[in-house]
C-alpha cells in the first residue's frame, strides 16, 4: 500500500502529459509560488465538474495571492481538452495520467468502476515556493476537496505567518 504525503514533505517528481503537448513536470512547473496540484476522477464527475468550475472562476483571485494551480486526471487529451472549453479553465492542464504511477508518487486513492474504468479519486495538494507540502487533502470517494477560497486563506496565512 502506498503511504499518504505528508505536510513538509518535498512534493515528489510526476510527470504528467500535458493539454497541448509536453508534460506537467510536478512539482517544478510549480516552483517559487504556491501551488495546487489538483487530482480529479475526470470529466464525468459532477463533484470535479464544480471543483474545476470554481478554480476556474477563482484565476484571478488565485493569481493575486500568488497561487498557480495545475490539475490532472487520467481523462484522454480530447476529454481534457473539451473539459478546459467547457469550463474556460486557465491553467495547466495534465492528462492521460497512469493510476498506478501517481498512486506510487502520491498514495491518492483510485477506484474502478465498468462503467469508468481504473481512475484516480480526488487528491489534492498545497505546495509551499520550494515544492514542500502545505496540505494535502485525500478523498477515498467523490466528496472532500479542495475549494479556492480556502486555499487563498491558507496561503495568507502561511505567508503571515513567515514575515
Given amino acids: 500500500m502506498s503511504q499518504h ?25 510549480l516552483a517559487g509560488s504556491y501551488g ?6 475526470g470529466h464525468w464527475c459532477p463533484f470535479c465538474n ?6 476556474a472562476n477563482a484565476s484571478d483571485a488565485l493569481s493575486q495571492a500568488g497561487i ?22 486557465p ?8 493510476v498506478e504511477t501517481v498512486i506510487g508518487a502520491t498514495g491518492a486513492y483510485d477506484m474502478q468502476v465498468p462503467t469508468r474504468g481504473h481512475f484516480l479519486e480526488t487528491t489534492g495538494f498545497v505546495l509551499a515556493p520550494d515544492g514542500t507540502i502545505v496540505n494535502a487533502v485525500y478523498s477515498s470517494r467523490a ?13 495568507a496565512f502561511m505567508k ?3 514575515k
Avoid at 36 to 41: A, F, K, P, T
Avoid at 50 to 55: K, L, V, W
Avoid at 69 to 88: G, I, Q, W
Fill in 160 to 162: 503571515s505567518s513567515v
Fill in 91 to 98: 491553467f495547466k492542464m495534465g492528462h492521460s495520467a497512469n
Fill in 143 to 155: 466528496i472532500g476537496r479542495l475549494v479556492p477560497s480556502d486555499v487563498i486563506r491558507l496561503v
Fill in 50 to 55: 464544480e471543483q474545476m468550475a470554481a478554480f
Fill in 5 to 29: 504525503l505528508k505536510n513538509g514533505q518535498i512534493f515528489p517528481d510526476l510527470k504528467i502529459p500535458a493539454l497541448g503537448g509536453g508534460a506537467l513536470s510536478l512539482p517544478g512547473d
Fill in 68 to 89: 498557480k494551480v495545475v490539475a490532472f486526471s487520467v481523462d484522454d487529451e480530447a476529454a481534457t481538452a473539451e473539459f478546459v472549453r467547457k469550463h474556460r479553465i
Fill in 36 to 41: 495546487v496540484i489538483l487530482i480529479y476522477r
